[in-house]
């Protein structure tokens, strides 16, 4: 493997923190410790998204999907003179046309009380940080399209909404019955 892309593969040290321009601000990385203050997060996220009823992670799922054998997403936290204050969630995806990867935001939670700071758009800039050194070609996300606040946010960023695309999920029994659909034999046993 050559030395970019174990660059751009490599998950950044669980010690880390970085200080931003606003001093009382500090982004840093997660550990198995921080696994309940992140399910307080996502509930956080799900309770204003109005999906709370939707969360059955738990710290357990979270544990083995965070800091198990191969980590399914990475987890920042935004710390206000030591305060957590915001969270986000993000991993990489792939795109088949440019042939590299980008980083896709799943969460960003800021809590309620502590927006209105530019807490959320220093998270963004980090992130977009973290992909240029990632040598990743995109940044995505998804919104809500009653989130209007959030829309008008992203697209002073410079964010251009995907209108051409539609999401599709296939979850619970209907992915069930799909991955029941077919017959699968292993060929080289």
């Given amino acids: 493997m050559n030395h970019i892309l174990q660059k751009e593969c490599r998950t950044p040290s669980p010690a880390m923190r970085t200080a931003t321009n606003l001093p009382e601000f500090v982004i840093r990385t997660t550990t198995i410790e921080d696994v309940p203050l992140i399910l307080n997060f996502i509930r956080g996220i799900a309770d204003y998204e109005r999906l709370l009823h939707e969360v059955v992670a738990t710290e357990e799922i979270l544990i083995g999907s965070l800091f198990g054998e191969k980590p399914s997403a990475e987890v920042l936290i935004g710390e206000w003179e030591g305060e957590p204050v915001a ?78 695309w539609t999401i599709h999920r296939v979850s619970g029994e209907a992915l069930d019955a799909l991955a029941l659909s077919g017959t699968w034999t292993a060929l080289d046993e």
């Fill in 87 to 164: 969270f986000v969630v993000f991993f990489h995806n792939f795109s088949t046309f440019m042939g590299r990867h980008g980083i896709y935001l799943e969460d960003l939670f800021v809590k309620p009380e502590w927006r209105g700071k530019g807490i959320g758009k220093i998270l963004l800039f980090y992130l977009a940080h973290v992909a240029k050194q990632r040598n990743c070609t995109r940044f995505e996300w998804n919104v809500l399209d009653w989130n209007e606040p959030a829309l008008k946010f992203y697209h002073s960023l410079g964010a251009v909404p995907m209108d051409e």
